[in-house]
């Protein structure tokens, strides 16, 4: 059985053959394969086909683009179903490096490069189709935190379908395909992309780096454990979601010029962890006393009490949540400031219960806050992951 994290490094001869079974013929992307110069990134494909989407348990890729939809006005429910029909046949063929149905540009198809996208539903999808009963647990629209400086151009959507892998050409390719097929149903409201390191840079199971230095991911549930069966997927309601998740999307800006006057233990401080190998401050092992509060009991008053692991952290409460964020960076300003941040994604069952009372609690005090700014939000519901012949969504919009 193919592991859920959906990870398979073919061969180039298992993607030629896979491609001759489904009868694609002489794809750019078999005839690569066929002469035997298809790359290691090239020929690295994800499994599309599962309980759940493709793209969250999955070690982050290299490039990613996050479109955002509005449904056109008088959108029906049978509009809904080939839309997912659609996507889901070029998704799937996509994963596989293969070119989608009358693709106008085949050539570029020449390999998967893990490729992976997923479909997630806004809350006003289902107040615009009169679907409100069917609004899964715990999804809901964000209230306005006091630290928010939301700009519309980054927030709110219908439907999102958020694009990754490790290679930007099959990445475009990859958006270019779903976005032209989308276009009969719905208009583009925002798409914003991003990076993270490219697979190799750090060592598998190591966490990355973000734009201010720190080791990003470090409390996160581990990928392909009963933990993140936990904490993301959920269990109950209707089938369609059963096997799916909940994105909280936001969009947050950092302040590097200023960020860049702390020391390197000063910034150790912000976060409670340190900068070098990202190390809770306290220097114990994360296992021995994993709870912050216990810690302190126990006299390890190392952490300050307002650095963002502190605040973030109440485990015990179920407060968790699994973070994905990809690194963004927009043009340099003329007096050379940079101006970047992160996609910051996090999955969970319900949001409700899991993601807002931890960000009212950064909301009230955070030392990171003084060198982030939220500017984009979104909250989304993820359905499940589909068999061969399934579509996503199935159910939904019956
Ligand atoms: C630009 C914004 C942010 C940055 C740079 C950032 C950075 C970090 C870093 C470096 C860590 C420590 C290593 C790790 O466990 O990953 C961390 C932990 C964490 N962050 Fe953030 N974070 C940001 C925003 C947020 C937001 C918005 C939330 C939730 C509302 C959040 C929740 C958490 C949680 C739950 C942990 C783990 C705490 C624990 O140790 O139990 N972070 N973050």
Redesign the pocket.
Known sequence: MVSRRGFLASSAAAAASAAAALGVGATAASAIADSGQQTATASRSLVFAGPHQMGIETPIQAVTNMVAFDILPGTTLLDMQRWMFLLTDDIRRMSRGEPVLADPAPELAIGAARFSAYVGFGPSLFRKLGLEDRMPEGLIDLPAFSIDALKAEFSGGDVLIHVAADDPVVLSHGVRNLVRDSMPFATVRWNQAGFAHTPGMVPEGV?HR?L?G???????PGLDTADFDEVVWIKDGPSWIQGGTMLVF?R?A?QLDTWDQLSSVGKGEV???TLKE?APLTGTKESDIPD?EARSAVGLKVIPEFA??RR??N?GNGE??F?R?FSYEQPISKAGSMDV??L?C?YQRNIEKQ?LP??LR?AELDL?NRW?L?IGSATFAIPRGVGEGEVIAEGLFS
């Open positions: 966490t973000n201010m720190q080791i990003d991911g470090t409390a996160n936001r947050i950092m976060i409670g962890r990202g912050y963002h692991i973030a952290s485990a968790r949540i973070r964020p941040g992160l910051w996090a993601y931890m960000q950064l990171l982030t939220p």
